[in-house]
């Protein structure tokens, strides 16, 4: 093998290693976790601090112990997770959807367990850093 080859091989390596380092979610569990919870709808659940003040922003009241339902979850790939639609009646026309890392089932519920696994998951395979509800596009100072 010459030496164009062998930086070529290394390099095919390192990729793969990126694409393995990058994943955040085991699909397989993931997929089953979903068509359970996609059974079970709908699930009642109470926003995080952080999902109610990201909805207000949007003009949609909720306070920290009104409970949602999720209507429906999708898998958005490993960079959305498990996105719930909690769009609440009467709102229809514009759907609400959030990552299930931004809801909190009841203990009592069937999949509490489970979906607390893949939150918490989640939540150490993004470095803890969950409280953000989104991106912003504004400009940040000094810059």
């Known amino acids: 093998?010459?030496?164009?080859?062998?930086?070529?091989?290394k390099e095919n390596h390192n990729d793969l290693q990126i694409e393995r380092k990058a994943s955040i979610d085991?699909?397989?569990?993931?997929?089953?976790?979903?068509?359970k919870i996609n059974?079970?709808?709908?699930?009642?659940a109470r926003p995080t601090k952080e999902l109610i003040y990201a909805l207000r922003k949007q003009g949609i009241q909720l306070d920290r112990y009104h409970e949602v339902q999720i209507k429906k979850a999708f898998y958005m790939g490993d960079e959305g997770g498990i996105m719930c639609d909690i769009t609440p009646a009467g709102k229809e026309k514009t759907p609400v959807l959030c990552s299930i890392t931004q809801l909190m089932i009841s203990r009592s519920h069937p999949l509490f367990s489970e979906i607390q696994v893949y939150q918490e998951d989640r939540k150490r395979k993004l470095g803890g850093n969950t409280g953000r509800t989104g991106f912003s596009i504004s400009r940040r100072k000094g810059k």
């Open 39 to 44: 059974t079970a709808i709908p699930i009642q």
């Open 26 to 35: 085991n699909l397989p569990k993931t997929e089953v976790l979903l068509e």
């Open 1 to 9: 093998m010459d030496n164009n080859s062998r930086a070529q091989a």
